[in-house]
């Protein structure tokens, strides 16, 4: 049974959640060619960098819909399926943890990795002389695997930003839904004409719009800071 619920961000509790379950399956198919790589001759692991950053930001917003769901299956008026929403929202907040914990191992190993091998091409170097390209080879990646760090943390730091942004429409709507049935049930005492009541109506959406433009202004905003630290 969907939970006709909206969030924030739009769309009900089921299909947050179904979007959850499509990241999570998403992000473990991308951990799991990650660690594929892991063991895959250098030009094929070229492009781990840009896979670990599209897995990271999966996970980053799996734990941004958790928040979300966290604060729609508490309206949810019986019990039983408040409990229900309760262990399926902790079990996909459990499952992304455990990726990000998989992901952060994945770094910590291929960072090793990237020493070791730097150690020795500078051993080998000193006997063959050929060792500068070698190093700038493994220099570039561990710049390139730097820079997607750095990036997953920016991304990390504006997506908690953006959901307080997004708590804090979802707190005014609440609370201008709730201005505008004691509006209307005054106005339906009074008697005051249609013509008001459209009025009122016209600027709830207009105050939706603004809403939505604010957080398609964040998104953009978090794009572009994004793509200027790449």
């Known amino acids: 049974m969907a939970v006709e619920m909206g969030g924030g961000g739009g769309g009900t509790l089921s299909e947050k959640y179904q979007s959850s379950k499509k990241l999570l399956l998403r992000s473990r198919d991308g951990l799991e ?6 063991y895959s001759s250098t030009s094929a692991s070229i492009d781990s960098p840009d896979l670990s950053f599209s897995v990271k930001k999966d996970i980053s917003q799996i734990h941004s819909i958790c928040a979300e769901m966290e604060r729609l299956w508490r309206s949810v008026p019986a019990k039983s399926q408040r409990d229900l929403w ?7 907040a459990e499952e992304a943890e455990s ?3 998989s992901l952060d191992k ?11 091998a730097k150690e020795k091409a ?14 700038r080879i493994f220099d570039e990646e561990a710049q390139a695997m730097q820079s997607v760090r750095n990036s ?7 997506s908690a930003t953006g959901e307080a942004i997004l708590f804090k429409y979802s707190e005014q709507r609440e609370r201008l839904k709730r201005a505008q049935r004691k509006a209307l049930d005054v106005l339906n005492t009074v008697g005051l004409s249609n013509s008001v009541l459209k009025l009122i109506e016209r600027r709830h959406r207009l105050d939706r719009s603004i809403k939505y433009a604010g ?3 964040t998104v953009v905003i978090v794009f572009f800071f994004w793509r200027w630290t790449r």
């Open 33 to 38: 060619r990650l660690e594929r790589l892991e």
């Open 122 to 135: 500078e051993l080998l170097g000193r006997a063959n002389g050929e060792s500068a390209h070698v190093l």
């Open 215 to 217: 957080m398609l202004f």
């Open 152 to 158: 997953s943390r920016l991304l990390e730091e504006a």
């Open 106 to 116: 994945y770094f910590l190993r291929n960072q090793r990795r990237m020493m070791e």
């Open 99 to 101: 990726l990000k914990q």
């Open 86 to 92: 309760k262990r399926k929202v902790e079990q996909v």
